[in-house]
């Protein structure tokens, strides 16, 4: 009963809260609001929480963590979150997953009512939010290298057909409906409309996303079009590059896959395996001795 107490005491603060904030300061959060709804948030539990964070959000904008705010952007920006969920939104589900995250624990097992336990809770559910972006931005970087390595493809042949290589990213952006290479393909090509180098524009792209493989494929491209050497060869050894790491990825998941499964092999089916086999000629020893 004191843990749905408090539960319900958080919520009636929260709902205290937004009532009594100043008009002006729900007008500035409207447009947000409004622009978040066009953006898709990637996280699940965001886009739940993301009504109460953003009422909470104001109250952490005075909270100076400059190195955890330096941290934080980058790790939002690379999850894609960057347009809809600033730094004080993560600092806002930090406290509420701390505050929140243990009485559930509490409520659904009982060794989370015990104190130890509980400010262990206290201390992962702070750094769950973290742990989401985290999550959210590996995924996000498996989606760019899985979809650059068809695009690369996709740009060769343009090029090779007749196709200027710019003309070659605007028509895939305009055939990809969604996703997260679409969209900084998108970024590419609206910065090179605003007076960037084409060059400038990849560079900006490589240092969003952070990853390596697109780092060195914007580093060859960058240098041929400085050498000014044809980007179709370039397009395909870099096609083909690609094709091969992604055979010899390929290969050692396989590897991986086979040393993980010899642990449950060990534990689970071959004890299953021998008792089957040997449990017979025990049972005929014991009872053909009588």
């Not at 107490?5 to 009636?12: E, F, P, Q, R």
């Not at 709902?15 to 898709?40: D, F, M, S």
Request: aromatic share 8%.
């Amino acid at each position: 009963m004191l843990i749905l107490a408090a539960i319900l005491l958080m919520a009636s603060v929260t709902l205290v809260v937004y009532n009594l904030l100043p008009a002006r300061v729900l007008a500035t959060r409207a447009p947000r609001l409004a622009r978040v709804e066009e953006t898709q948030i990637g996280s699940l539990w965001f886009r739940l929480l993301f009504p109460l964070l953003d009422v909470l959000a104001p109250l952490f904008e005075g909270l100076r963590w400059r190195s955890f705010r330096t941290k934080a952007t980058a790790n939002l920006a690379r999850a894609g979150l960057g347009d809809a969920v600033s730094v004080n939104h993560l600092l806002a589900m930090k406290v509420v997953c701390a505050v929140g995250v243990p009485p559930l624990l509490a409520l659904v097992f009982e060794m989370f009512q015990n104190y130890g336990f509980f400010a262990a809770a206290v201390v992962g559910g702070f750094l769950l939010p973290d742990r989401l972006v985290s999550d959210l931005r590996k995924a996000r970087e498996r989606q760019i290298v899985r979809a650059l390595r068809g695009a690369v493809d996709v740009w060769w042949l343009s090029v090779e057909g007749g196709l200027e290589f710019l003309m070659a990213i605007q028509r895939l952006v305009e055939r990809r409906r969604f996703g997260p290479l679409r969209d900084e393909l998108t970024t590419v090509l609206n910065d090179i409309r605003l007076g960037t180098s084409r060059g400038d524009a990849l560079k900006a792209f490589a240092t969003r996303v952070e990853i390596p493989d697109v780092s060195s494929f914007v580093s060859v491209l960058v240098q041929a079009d400085a050498l000014g050497a044809s980007i179709g060869p370039v397009l395909q050894s870099q096609a083909e590059r690609m094709r091969t790491e992604r055979f010899q990825r390929a290969e050692r998941e396989g590897a991986k896959a086979s040393q993980k499964i010899l642990f449950p092999l060990v534990l689970f089916i071959f004890p299953a395996v021998l008792l089957v086999i040997v449990s017979p000629v025990v049972l005929t020893f014991i009872y053909g001795a009588h």
